[in-house]
């Protein structure tokens, strides 16, 4: 296994490494736009362009900045990503963009982003910093989709719904209604709803952690009976 998966590939699959989840990093767009499926896709994967592009420009230049102006030119840089995801958005998906309002300019004062720019950009060659941004990225879209199809079922009872704004006309038929005819928890796609939900969804994370570590625990070989282990870790009759 090579250095770049020990460090990046695999601690970002596990649950200890979400963003979202353990570092409670990128919870304005986790919470105001995952009413939907759609909304949390599309602005799910507007944070992964913006973290990929704009980690990897920093990666490239972190050599040839002066220390003082460096965070001025991470936020410049992370500006300029998301002016442009945010034009293909109007030039592509206009509907969407509109949808998403506020809450796609307002990636560029991320503190995922900024986070990740400090401690991995900034320190990092370029394979090392794209692998993280996408293995990041794809932790907090994980975590958006999750809590967006959960939100979008309860409250209207439907999964899918509008894919057409992101896909096109194709996907209008993609919606699906398991709850055709049944009344609607209104309260899920509200913004009470969203941190309800998600401290549901964090709640059930901790007690499958802790359910883990106890295993693990239960599973390490006893003592042998009359040894003691000292403060140096050996073990001595």
Request: aromatic share 6%; net charge positive; with cysteine.
């Amino acid at each position: 296994m090579s250095d770049l998966e020990e460090q990046i590939v695999l601690p970002k699959w596990q649950s200890d490494a979400n963003p979202a989840a353990v570092k409670l990093l990128g919870l304005c767009p986790l919470l105001a736009m995952s009413h939907s499926l759609v909304t949390a896709l599309a602005l799910g994967l507007a944070m992964l362009g913006v973290m990929l592009v704009s980690s990897v420009l920093i990666a490239l230049l972190r050599k040839h900045l002066a220390h003082p102006l460096r965070l001025l030119v991470w936020l410049l840089l992370i500006a300029a990503s998301v002016c442009s995801v945010e034009l293909l958005m109007q030039a592509f998906a206009w509907q969407l963009h509109q949808a998403l309002g506020i809450y796609l300019p307002l990636i560029a004062a991320s503190c995922l982003v900024l986070q990740r720019a400090e401690s991995v950009a900034s320190r990092n060659p370029v394979a090392h910093v794209a692998a993280d941004a996408l293995f990041t990225g794809g932790g907090l879209l994980g975590a958006m989709l999750l809590l967006g199809a959960l939100r979008e079922l309860l409250g209207n009872g439907t999964v899918l719904a509008d894919m057409e704004l992101l896909f096109g006309a194709t996907a209008a038929g993609w919606k699906l209604q398991p709850f055709a005819g049944q009344g609607r928890f209104l309260l899920a796609i509200l913004p009470p709803g969203a941190f309800l939900f998600a401290g549901l969804l964090l709640a059930l994370k901790n007690l499958v952690d802790s359910r883990r570590a106890s295993a693990s625990r239960s599973s390490q070989p006893a003592p042998a009976p009359g040894s003691r282990r000292v403060r140096s870790g050996a073990i001595q009759p």
